[in-house]
């Protein structure tokens, strides 16, 4: 099933209007680079600039608005920035150690056996207070499984893809521990794929996450929220997009020329 016209239109308009945003409210850097404008130009600059501070707030102001109007396709409820619980148990949180620990000396992740471990302790023990806890990503599908999605960017630091497991873990004990019978996966997220048309370097995610349960990258994900040929559409929406901003783009960075 294609994208509605409507859906087309306000896919079109998150980006639209995330553009139009940053350009009310982005400030180029002050400091004073003499070489690289005279080199390159103090256009050029600015819009290198510009496109890195953009990078950094595309997941929650267009990657989560689009992904949670696309889920609207495919799935009973979708909602960003969705609060999940603030309470986990003691026991699940020392289950959740005991699996690190394992993955940490090499023994392969296995996310059903992972998930059915943290529901046996999920209310055993001390519940332990948290900060109210968001998902970047909640959808909810027609036979109520739940699926948790923490968004990220293209090329994640390896470094911190122990801290990814444990959040991914500790997402399902929290939420367990409110909903104890339920079917529940959570997931990293990658927008893109940076090493496309090649498959996407999962060997480096390897031995911390159970790749076929627990990543989306590029195409995967943005098909599993709308159907087959989504993730197509969603980049003619970008282009389109792109085509219409065009003017407003050329003239504000002239005005660094």
Known sequence: MPLTKEQI??????IKDSLRKKFQTYNPETKNMPFHYRLLGRDRMVLFSFIHSLNTTFGTSIFEPVAEILA???FEFAQKQYVVGDAISEQAQFEIQRIMNELTIGKNPNKAKEIERIRKVCNKGTMNKLKTVKVDLFVQSADETVHLFDLKT???NISNFKDFKRTLLEWIAIFLAKNPNAKVESYIAIPCNPYEPRPYER???KGMLDLDNELK???D???FFGNDGTYEELL???ERAGIELRPEIDAYFSRFK
Do not use: M
């Open 72 to 74: 609207s396709l495919n």
């Open 203 to 205: 060997w480096t995610l």
């Open 217 to 219: 990258v590029g195409k």
């Open 154 to 156: 293209a090329k994640p």
């Open 9 to 14: 239109k306000l896919i079109e308009n998150v």
């Open 221 to 223: 994900l943005w098909d």
């Open 236 to 238: 003619n929406c970008f």
